[in-house]
């Protein structure tokens, strides 16, 4: 899947390139925003090529080691994602995007053995910092008295 997405983001950047802008502004905006799209085209694609090692080799450390690198590139590309939308202001793409990198980092946590209540605020802690982790716990509370009640 990840493989997928990173010649997914390819196309889309070959496709907007030729809609380059002329003007500074939307010619400087622009290429912050390939460049984006080509860091988020590389991660996907070593998470991709770190995943066929941890599927297709035996269980070893290799396959550990396979397993840590991609986890970190999925830390990585989140920072830069946030770091991107920090510096071009789009909050509410930020929140639609962070809200994804959780729910993907959660589901990869989940892939490895990790209990959805152990690995969704998990993933916000490490894609929201400390009050998404702190909201989140909150919510899965609630949600569990609730679900005690009923």
């Not at 889309?12 to 799209?37: C, K, S």
């Not at 990790?114 to 690995?119: G, L, R, V």
Request: glycine fraction near 8%; hydrophobic fraction near 45%.
């Amino acid at each position: 899947m990840a493989a997928s997405l990173a010649l997914a983001v390819r196309e889309h950047i070959d496709l907007i390139a030729g809609a380059r802008p002329n003007e500074p502004d939307q010619l400087a905006r622009f290429d912050n925003y390939v460049a984006l799209l080509e860091a988020i085209a590389e991660g996907l694609w070593g998470i991709a090529q770190s995943l066929d090692e941890v599927h297709l080799g035996p269980a070893s450390e290799k396959s550990e080691k396979a397993l840590n690198t991609a986890s970190n590139l999925i830390i990585d590309l989140s920072r830069s994602i946030r770091i991107w939308l920090d510096n071009n202001g789009q909050q509410l793409i930020g929140n639609a995007v962070n809200g994804g990198m959780i729910c993907t980092l959660s589901s990869f946590f989940a892939a490895y053995g990790a209990s959805p209540t152990i690995a969704f605020p998990t993933a916000a802690a490490l894609v929201g910092g400390k009050p998404l982790s702190e909201t989140v716990a909150v919510m899965l509370k609630t949600f569990k008295g609730e679900k005690d009640k009923g």
